[in-house]
């Protein structure tokens, strides 16, 4: 079980989280003026990498706010754990 | 090859045992290969052997990273059923439990193809709906399936607990009786075999680290950790670790990686008659010829390669088998693994071409691939023969995301393979 520090409360068991996969795939600003492959890209297509992932996690149980992890997909090792609207350390 | 029989295994053990010869050889690669199957799974042993089989294409090599049947193939819990909702899968998964049917004597080797029949129970009215909503479009799509009440289920299923007084009482059970289990190592070294002696080269520690192209884009060959290797076309069947070799060929898939996890328990005389699975509590059961109860937990919930997962998965899974069969809770597990599952958007497979010449795709099964084995093969076989998918699998491109005809299973098969 990943042990996830969660910025506001700290450490906590992943028991309390909630997943919300991969962090910063953001909408388009205008979304009339996206083609299909945009769409498609923005719908269906995730980086999926062997390593370092910035993913968005939920503390559900707790103090119910969402944060961004930076964790390598791996080993699992947790490197940092940032706010919204923080950048990627 | 050296055909297996009971009249072999008697003159064998005239002396001892002692003429039995290796099953596959360890070949070097060669230079170049008419095709080139990435990953020794069951999917891939059986692509290459279809090709050799049916098309007459023997120039083959399958490449894996490890040793043949160490991924997926070997770490799943061996469920085979075709009992899916929509009309594309049903005709996907029924035509690989048409091929389970008479895979052993294909293959000259047993693959304890076992239908024992696979029960879902249903809990509440959604449930009920569901299944029945499947059993009527499985019936219509000329696939086996009916509806038990909780005694008919009971009775087909001994220590299934129907006491009214559960959590989550059984109000029905949807039953498909031609499906079962089948042991896993033995389909990977069935088609390892088989695809051997009609020239198929089984490269094992062999990794793929780079896809060749040329100018015009078309695929020339891969690199390798036991060097380069010329190839005319080939055909990716690497589960979990899919999307890494596509982007090898500069292809990005929708595909994330997830740990699923399964466990097995202290082995015991046999008890169980076929599988349970139950969707709204999430568990699924069977009992190996070993005699261990095998047990499939969900996937974690986040994206990962580490072939494990987290301990709470398994622990809600095993609540849910203790409540459905208080007989088994004071069993002691014995082992606890993961494998590596890559999932689509709707849950359903991609499998044909890619829009790079020369390259093929099977992947994208998720959670239940192993009951596809000798269909996918089969199926990726055809495809890379013929350049182009056969009408089964036609409807199983990469290019339904963007076109927007999902065959959305994501809720119509449930959670649970």
């Known amino acids: 079980m990943l042990l996830i520090p969660c910025p506001y409360c700290g450490n906590r068991p992943e028991i309390e989280f909630a997943y919300g996969g991969e962090a910063h795939v953001v909408r388009a600003a205008d979304p009339r003026k996206e083609d299909d492959a945009a769409w498609t890209e923005f719908l269906y297509f995730r980086k999926n990498p062997r390593g370092d992932h910035a993913e968005r996690w939920r503390h559900a149980f707790g103090c119910g706010r969402f944060f961004n992890v930076k964790r390598n997909t791996y080993t699992d090792h947790i490197e940092a754990s940032y706010r919204i609207g923080e950048m990627l350390p | 090859m050296q055909r297996y029989s009971a009249l072999a295994l008697i003159k064998q053990s005239l002396n001892g045992h002692k003429g039995w010869k290796p099953q596959w050889r360890d070949p070097e690669p060669k230079s170049s290969y008419d095709v080139i199957i990435i990953g020794g799974g069951g999917h891939g042993l059986g692509a290459a052997y279809y090709l050799a089989q049916k098309h007459g294409i023997r120039n083959v090599a399958v490449l894996e990273k490890g040793w043949i049947g160490g991924g997926n193939t070997g770490r799943n819990t061996t469920i085979i059923r075709s009992n899916y909702l929509f009309d594309e899968s049903a005709a996907l998964y029924d035509h690989a ?296 699998n036609a409807p199983f491109n990469l290019e339904r995301f963007g076109a927007g005809r999902l065959i959305d299973e994501a809720a119509a098969a449930a959670v649970a393979h």
Request: net charge neutral.
């Open chain 2, 97 to 392: 439990l048409q091929m389970w049917e008479g895979l052993s004597q294909d293959l000259n080797y047993n693959v304890m193809f076992s239908q024992r029949g696979v029960l879902m129970v249903a809990h509440n009215v959604h449930d009920e709906q569901s299944f029945k909503r499947h059993v009527y479009a499985n019936r219509l799509n000329g696939v086996d399936n009916e509806w038990l009440t909780p005694e008919q289920a009971k009775a087909f299923c001994p220590p299934l607990n129907i006491a009214p007084g559960m959590r989550h009482a059984v109000t029905g059970a949807a039953l498909q009786r031609r499906a079962g289990t089948a042991r896993h190592d033995a389909v990977a070294w069935g088609y390892a075999r088989g695809a051997d002696a009609l020239g198929v080269d089984i490269i094992q520690n062999c990794e793929v680290t780079g896809i060749e192209r040329d100018a015009t884009g078309r695929v020339t060959g891969v690199q390798t950790t036991r060097g380069r290797i010329g190839a005319r076309k080939i055909g990716v069947s690497a589960a979990g670790s899919t999307s890494l070799v596509m982007e090898m060929a500069g292809l990005r898939m929708p595909l994330e990686s997830y740990p699923l996890q399964a466990l097995v328990s202290e082995p015991v005389k046999p008890i169980f008659p076929c599988v349970v699975m139950s969707n709204t509590i999430h568990a699924y059961i069977s009992q190996s010829d070993k005699g261990e109860l095998v047990i499939g937990a969900g996937t974690d919930s986040y994206v990962s390669y580490s072939q494990r997962g987290a301990l709470h998965i398994p622990m809600h899974t095993l609540e849910a088998i203790c409540e459905l069969f208080p007989i088994f809770r004071r069993m002691r597990m014995m082992r606890n693994w993961g494998g590596i599952v890559d999932v689509t958007p709707d849950r359903s497979p991609i499998l044909g071409k890619t829009p790079v010449p020369g390259l093929y795709v099977n992947c994208g099964w998720g959670t239940g691939g192993f009951k596809a084995t000798p269909g996918a093969a089969d199926l990726l076989a055809y495809t890379i023969a013929k350049d182009e998918p056969h009408p089964i």
